[in-house]
């Protein structure tokens, strides 16, 4: 998710370079927002959440968003690269409206997508408030944070054939902390001057507030979700 999570060489931030990077970070991330819903969407009104087998899905996934991301590194620092980006990201909402169906399915379904949603926002909002208090380097959180990922990829791939209710929500709950702690980490990688590209920074953020979503969703799901 961050490129360069080893220990890093002191810098000299140009804080008006910074806070610009920021700024144009924060309008392109809100702007995705648009093309998201409009996938998720897409992908009801298509029938995706029904139609789509599980491994199809997760074959589509990972071939598309490889190629998205290899795009998106190619082309971040030309004019192409803003509406590669949104391409992704209405590529990321079709992805999503397996799980959206999924949780429109139960009786509370609405009700717990607005709460993750509502929470997720919330996270987002801490995390960059948190982000601006925080003065030292956080080089070292990233490193902890990588390991912590690679783990529960490990650990989701293993409940594919463990089947285990506790393990997936053990799994989740870790998911919205280490996801919730990534944007903090995106967040202040830009204002510490080690992302200079605003592309690449919402990139970052972008999949860090997703996973939080997807995570936070089936969290609640998994505790409070109500079959019809």
Known sequence: MNPNLTTRPVLIVDQTQ?????????????????????????GLA???????????????FFGGAMGFMFAIEKTKNSAAGVPVLLGFTFFMGLMLSRLIGFALGLANGAELITLAFAGTGTVFFGMA????VIKRE???????LFVGLLLVIVASVANLFLHSSALLLTVTTISVGIFSAFI?????????????????????????????????????MLLSGRER
């Open 18 to 42: 910074a806070q610009r990077v920021l700024r144009n970070t924060y309008w392109l991330l809100a702007i995705s927002m648009i093309p998201t819903v409009l996938g998720a969407w897409a």
């Open 46 to 60: 298509l029938g995706l959440d029904k139609t789509a087998s599980p491994i199809m899905t997760a074959l589509l």
């Open 129 to 132: 408030v948190l982000s601006t």
């Open 138 to 144: 956080l080089g070292g959180l990233g490193k902890f």
């Open 184 to 220: 903090l980490y995106d967040l202040k990688s830009v204002r510490d001057g080690y992302v200079t590209n605003y592309i690449e920074a919402t990139l970052h953020v972008y999949l860090s507030l997703l996973n939080l979503f997807q995570n936070l969703l089936t969290l609640l």
